[in-house]
């Protein structure tokens, strides 16, 4: 996979969901039918798109008593550690957004080696993070409660 440093040279949300794309192994669908959904995708209501660095984040709110939960998942193209700074600030940001819940699926370990990062911090902090493995799979599952105390602190 093709990494483009952040602090060297930022792309655009486009340029990095395009990478992140061309990036990923084999898929069922052609990579082309992949970016249209994706296109069509970022335009649902209740969509919040952010990029930070390299990594651009889409997140789907619920309705009613689950609008402070959001499901989610990230495309980066950004450097092993800049991705974690990324996701730190990430959720800091759907902590001042009042989000309390936030779910994703992943494959690969990039994604897992930083979930475990972020779990190491959370649990010095009042955030829990579940990680979970698929049956029969290669696929995560990561339940995170946010608490109040900002992950940011102390990066």
Do not use: C, W
Not at 137 to 152: F, T
Request: no cysteine; charged share 20%; aromatic share 10%.
């Amino acid at each position: 996979m093709q990494m483009v440093n952040s602090k060297e040279k930022l792309l655009t949300g486009p340029e990095i969901v395009a990478q992140s794309v061309y990036n990923m192994p084999d898929m069922k669908y052609s990579k082309e039918v992949i970016l249209g959904s994706l296109a069509s995708e970022f335009t649902l209501p209740n969509t919040d798109l952010v990029q930070i660095g390299n990594t651009v984040f889409v997140g789907h709110t619920g309705k009613g008593k689950s609008k402070k939960k959001m499901v989610g998942r990230a495309f980066n193209v950004d450097t092993g550690r800049n991705f974690i700074i990324n996701g730190f600030k990430y959720f800091t940001y759907l902590q001042k957004q009042g989000i309390t819940h936030y779910t994703t699926q992943f494959t690969g370990p990039v994604f897992l080696n930083g979930f475990k990062l972020f779990k190491r911090r959370a649990d010095q902090q009042d955030t829990q993070i579940a990680i979970g493995k698929m049956r029969n799979s290669d696929e995560y599952v990561v339940y995170m409660k946010l608490g109040k105390e900002p992950l940011m602190r102390g990066l």
